[in-house]
């Protein structure tokens, strides 16, 4: 999967490069939460590429699924199971205690996924920019 955008810093091998939208994210907004147009992404600088070149990178595809999952899907059934488990175990076994077993296991989960991320993204996430923009390259 290739991602275009433009190079802002540069940090030894590793540049921070802050994406623009595509296609695929038409109809999405989530970016809107973080601001105008502002998902970044650090990656590889394989090619020696300065500050303001505007490059694709490339990502794999079976990597943005994984963390999407991460992200999206396992908070969702960390309150699930928060629920659950709340209204199982934790006296008076009302509904309003349910609601906020699953309230709390869904921000433990997110606590996980920020405490993990360096880990992660040591691990497997590793984008390479892999050559300069051309618009010829365009989806």
């Known amino acids: 999967m290739l991602e275009t955008g433009t ?10 490069i802050q994406l623009h939208r595509g296609d695929q994210c038409d109809g999405c907004h989530l970016c809107h939460a973080f601001g105008e147009n502002k998902m970044q992404l650090e990656a590889l600088n394989s090619i020696g590429a300065a500050v303001g070149d505007r490059v694709n990178v490339s990502i794999e595809p079976k990597l943005v699924v994984k963390s999407s999952m991460i992200l999206f899907i396992f908070p969702l059934v960390a309150m699930l199971a928060g629920y659950y488990l709340a209204l199982r175990f934790v006296p008076p076994f009302s509904e309003s205690v349910g609601i906020v077993g699953a309230f709390s296991a869904f921000v433990i989960a997110f606590f996980i996924i920020k405490l993990t991320e360096k880990r ?11 050559v300069d923009y051309a618009p010829e390259m365009e989806r």
């Open 120 to 130: 992660r993204s040591s691990d497997d996430f590793n984008p390479a920019i892999v």
């Open 7 to 16: 190079i802002i810093s540069l940090d030894g091998q590793k540049a921070i």
